[in-house]
C-alpha cells in the first residue's frame, strides 16, 4: 500500500471519453510502476463515456471541482481529544504521550466546546498558590480518591462535589484552628490522634492521610460519627497537595473563544485571519463536529496537488486551479498550447488520433498488461476520437491499437463502436445552452479567446432545427464570458461532414479560413470531423492573413 500523497491523473475540462478512460488507463499504468495514481475528472460524464463505463463496469474517476489548496488538504486527523469533565492531569498525560501543545476539547455531544494549550496549563500552575479553592471547581470526592490513589477508610457520598479548600495540616493545633475552614479537605501526615481531632472540630469533609500514615480506631470512629472521609495515600504531602489539584476540569483552564474553520475553505481566504490570531493550531468542523486540526505552519506554506495532465496541455483547457497544482507529467495528442512549467517535466505528445493510443502502447512497451476492464475503455476511446477511425486524425497506428485491445476487450470493434457513438450521439433533451456548451474547448487564436464546442450525431437535421436558439445562446455566451468567438460543429458521423455555427466577430476569420461565404449563421464542410485537425489549424493560419 503506497501512503504517499496522491498523484492525480486527470483530462481536460467538459471531459469526452479519451479524457475520462486515459486518466484511468494511464493511473493504471503508474500504479503499476508503484506510483500513487488517482485518477480524476475535471467535469460531468457525458453519455458516451458514461456507456463505454457501464459497458466494461468501470467507475467514473473521481471529480475535482478545482486545485485551489483547501483545508481539507492540509489539516491533520486529530490525534487526541479531552472531554470537559478530564482532569488536568489526564489533559497533562494525553499532550505528553501524543506530543501535543494543544488539544480540542468536545462536550458530551461530541462536539467541539473549547481548545486548551500548553501555556493553559503553565499558567495553571503558577496560579497554584491561589488555587486551593474548589468552590464551583466541579471537582468530587471520588476524583480527589482517585488522583492520590487512595484507599478509603471511612467512605460517603463519593460523587458529591467538594465545597471547600485543600488545606495541610501543619504547624501547631493553634494554628490549625486559625487555617482550617468548614468543609475543606485536609491533608494530614502521620500525626497524633489531638491533631486529628481538632480538624474534625472544624467541620471538615476529607482527610488524606499522606505517605499511608497511620489513623487510630479512635479517630475512625470520631470520623465515621461526623460522615468525614478518611482515604491513605501512599504519596508524600507535596505531592498529594499537586495532585489534587490536577484534579480541576479541563472546563476551568479550557479557552473557549476559538477560531474554526470548515475543511473546504481555501486556504488563501483563511490565510489573514490566521495571520491575524497566530494561533498554532486551529480547530477544523463539520457540524459542529471536529474533524481535524490545521496547524497554522502547514496552512501557510501547503504542499501542492501533483498532476498529470493526459489529453490537453493548453491551461486554459484544464481544470481550474491549474497554476496552483505542480504538473508532473503530460500525455497528450494535441496542438501544444503554451503551458510553462517550474521545473523539467516529462511530456509525450505524438500526432495521433487518441491520447489512449499513447496510454496502450506506453503500457506494451513497458511489458504492463492491460486488464480487460481497461482494455474496453482504452478501445472506448479510441473509436470516440477518431469517430470509429474515420476522423482525418486517426492513423494506422490508432487502428492497431484498437484492434489489439478489442481482441483483450473482448468486443466486435464495429458492432461495438456503433453502440457506444449512437449512445453519445442523440440530444435526447439537451437545451440549446447545454448544445452550445458540448464538448466545449477554449483556445487563443492569436488575439482572440474562441469557444468551439463539437457534438456528434447520425442525424444532423434533429439539431439544425434548433439553429436560432443556438445562435441566440452562443451570443449570450460570448458576451456573458467576454470570448470573442463561439463556434459549434454539429458533426454528422454517418455522413462524414460537419455544420460549423459561428457567433461573435470577427466574421471575416470564418470566411478566411474555411474559404466559403461567411454571411449567414452556419457553413457546412463536407468530410471535416476533427476540430483539432481541420478547424483549429485553419483559424490560426487565417489569423495571421487577416492581420495582414
Ligand atoms: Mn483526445
Known sequence: MNTTKAIYTIGHRNPDTDSICSAIGYAHLKQAMGVNAVPARAGKVNAETKYALEYFKAEQPMLIVD??????????????????????????????????RSVPVIGPDEKLVGIVTVSDLAQRYFKELNMQSFVEAGVSYRDIIRVVDGEVIVSGDEGAQVEGSVRIAAGSNRMIKDIIKPGDVVLIGDRQDETFINCLHQEI?????????????????????????????????????????????????????LVSFHALDLLSDIKGQMEEKKFACYPVLENGKLVGVLSRDQAMKPEREQVIMVDHNEKVQAVEGIEEAKILEIID?????????????????????????????????????????????????????????????????????A??????????????????????????????????????????????????????????KEVMKLEPKLIESMHAVCEREGYNMSLVMVTDIIEEGTYLLFAGSPRTLIGEAFQKD???????LPGVMSRKKQIIPPLSEAVQKIRN
Not at 482527610?207 to 504519596?235: D, L, M, Q, R
Open 518 to 524: 461567411a454571411s449567414g449563421n452556419y457553413i457546412y
Open 205 to 257: 469533609s476529607c482527610f488524606v492521610v499522606t505517605g499511608n500514615g497511620y489513623v487510630s480506631p479512635n479517630v475512625v470512629e470520631e470520623a465515621e460519627k461526623k460522615h468525614v472521609f478518611i482515604v491513605n495515600s501512599p504519596y508524600d504531602t507535596y505531592t498529594c497537595a499537586r495532585l489534587i489539584n490536577q484534579c480541576v476540569p479541563v472546563s476551568r483552564i479550557m479557552k473557549t473563544k
Open 333 to 401: 495528442h494535441h496542438r501544444l498550447g503554451g503551458i510553462q512549467t517550474s521545473e523539467p517535466i516529462f511530456t509525450r505528445q505524438e500526432p495521433v488520433g487518441c491520447t489512449a493510443t499513447i496510454v496502450a502502447n506506453m503500457h506494451w512497451h513497458r511489458e504492463i498488461e492491460i486488464p480487460q476492464q481497461l482494455a474496453g475503455l482504452l478501445l472506448s476511446a479510441i473509436l470516440s476520437d477518431t469517430v470509429l477511425f474515420k476522423s482525418p486524425t486517426c492513423t494506422d497506428y490508432d487502428k492497431k491499437t
Open 67 to 100: 486545485l485551489y489548496p483547501r483545508v481539507k488538504d492540509v489539516m491533520l486527523k486529530c490525534r487526541a481529544v479531552v472531554k470537559t469533565t478530564d482532569s488536568l492531569r489526564r489533559l497533562g498525560e494525553v499532550m505528553r504521550e501524543n506530543q501535543l
Open 403 to 460: 484492434e489489439r485491445l478489442a481482441k483483450i476487450a473482448g468486443v466486435d470493434l464495429h458492432e461495438y463502436g456503433m453502440a457506444m457513438l449512437k449512445a453519445g450521439s442523440g440530444i435526447g433533451d439537451m437545451t440549446p445552452t447545454e448544445i452550445v456548451k458540448n464538448d466545449l474547448k477554449e483556445f487563443r487564436i492569436g488575439d482572440y479567446r474562441i469557444i468551439v464546442s463539437q457534438i456528434s450525431v447520425m442525424d444532423t
